[in-house]
């Protein structure tokens, strides 16, 4: 069963920057295809961003194209989702996830989640 942890969240303000990661540990799979997605209070999970382990183009929502990077680390089992120009908009829980259908932005099509990383941007 495959794990995912996330951390790095945290308290900024207005224009700062953030790196948020996910470990996987367990039976981890290379051909899952990773994303972040974002959940803000009183409104429905949302797709952030997503990307294979190895090859391919990552995927961006419009909101954050341009300020957010998602990045992999095979050897760690570890994708990163670094942030900058953070903006009080942004503030919501980052969930982990993992999907056997790529490029997909549904979260019903995400067979693992991991617990969420709450980020916080103050204006």
């Known amino acids: 069963q495959v794990q995912l942890v996330e951390s790095g969240g945290g308290l900024v303000q207005a224009g700062d920057s953030l790196r948020l990661s996910c470990a996987a540990s367990?039976?981890?799979?290379?051909?899952?295809?990773m994303a972040w997605f974002r959940q803000a209070p009183g409104k429905e999970r949302e797709f952030v961003a997503g990307?294979?382990?190895?090859?391919?183009?990552?995927s961006y929502s419009e909101s954050v194209k341009g300020r957010f990077t998602i990045s992999t680390d095979n050897a760690k089992n570890t994708v990163y989702l670094q942030m900058h120009s953070l903006q009080p908009e942004d503030t919501a829980v980052y969930y982990c996830?993992?999907?056997?259908?790529?490029?997909?932005?549904?979260?019903?099509?995400?067979?693992?989640w991991g617990r969420g990383t709450q980020v916080t941007v103050s204006s």
């Open positions: 996830a993992a999907s056997w259908f790529p490029a997909n932005t549904r979260p019903n099509m995400y067979e693992l």
């Open positions: 990307t294979r382990w190895t090859v391919g183009s990552p």
């Open positions: 367990g039976r981890t799979d290379n051909n899952y295809y």
